[in-house]
């Protein structure tokens, strides 16, 4: 019997859908996506009244964000046995427009999809400690693979006095986020000590910033000195420090970042491996130039690293569906 060449998610189904869509991470979780569903395909907008104008004026944390979530909805098609199409930056008059993604019957979902789905309902962003267990060569040889096969490039720092100066630039980084009294602001505006749908919970960062920044990826200061923080600041040795970049450092380059981050993640999640996420170097141009010389690459760098294993860890909360999508079936 032929195959279909179109088929039809019921309202319920779409739902669904976006809602895994929505587990993406995003910067401060301000999860800055919009979905539209008309029946035949999705529509992905990044919702710009989420984003950051301080610490993200370009809105380029807010494309990785959106692509994080671009790369769920595939995964979540891909448990209904659909298969998808993707146009990235489908009208040129509408640069909210971030992705289409046409939807056709697919292969019988495989057990290597369950997989994946399951370590996406499990990954999350790593403010605390890691296990005192060393990450094994073929994780961190299959995440390379991965980012690749997203057109990007997942470069680790191995190197003692190279990862020695990327350390320095991110704390410098850090050094000069916490001076701007901008930046303070809108970190605690998205770092809420009451119940929200969005922002970065209390309980997900620690009061205190006692960790010793000189040996790790040092995590951005959420608690802003309110000692609302939650977290236990305590921490296990630092695993691998990687640089994901893309070729560019174009719009559609970084959806392609957030996707690539995104497979990344998700990848290392199979393996109960999860990763600190370090933005804040990228967010300064002068910065970011520094590290590409001392890498010696010519990729553009997009994002920090830190991955090491861990048990899970609460979902920080989300949106529903009706404040993040309209679906018109």
């Known amino acids: 019997m032929p195959i279909a060449d179109h088929v039809r998610l019921s309202p319920e189904e779409a739902r669904w859908v976006i809602a895994q869509a929505g587990r993406a991470p995003s910067i401060h979780n301000t999860q800055p996506w919009h979905f539209r569903f008309d029946g035949d395909a999705f529509t992905l907008s990044a919702d710009t009244k989420r984003g950051l104008s301080v610490t993200d004026r370009h809105g380029r944390l807010m494309v990785i964000s959106c692509g994080a979530a671009l790369y769920n909805l595939q995964l979540a098609l891909r448990q209904l046995g659909l298969t998808s199409t993707v146009t990235r930056l489908p ?19 495989t057990p290597a999809d369950r997989a994946q789905f ?3 309902l499990r990954r999350h962003t790593r403010r605390g400690d890691f296990l005192d267990r060393p990450v094994s060569p073929e994780v961190t040889i299959r995440l390379c693979q991965v980012a690749a096969a997203h057109d990007a490039v997942l470069l680790y720092v191995v190197q003692p006095g190279t990862r020695k100066t990327v350390l320095h630039l991110a704390r410098e980084a850090e050094r000069l986020a916490a001076r701007d009294p901008r930046v303070g602001e809108e970190v605690e505006q998205w770092t809420p000590s009451g119940r929200r749908r969005d922002g970065v919970p209390s309980r997900a960062y620690p009061a205190q910033r006692t960790r010793d920044d000189s040996e790790s990826l040092p995590l951005r200061d959420f ?3 309110r000692g609302i923080g939650a977290l236990d600041d305590s921490h296990g040795p630092t695993g691998p420090i990687a640089v994901l970049g893309t070729s560019r450092n174009a719009e559609v380059d970084w959806l392609t970042a957030g996707e690539a981050m995104q497979a990344v993640l998700v990848s290392a999640a199979e393996d109960w491996a999860f990763a600190q996420i370090d933005s804040t ?12 010389v001392e890498l010696r690459t010519a ?31």
């Open 91 to 109: 009208d040129a008059h509408d640069p909210r427009q971030l992705a289409r993604i046409r939807i056709a019957p697919g292969p019988q979902t």
């Open 118 to 120: 399951e370590a996406m």
């Open 223 to 225: 608690d802003r000195g």
């Open 281 to 292: 170097i990228t967010e300064y141009p002068h910065l970011v130039d520094q590290l590409q």
């Open 299 to 329: 990729m553009r760098p997009q994002l920090l690293m830190a991955f090491g294993y861990a048990g899970s860890a609460p979902a920080t909360p989300r949106r529903p569906v009706d404040e993040i999508a309209d679906i018109d079936v």
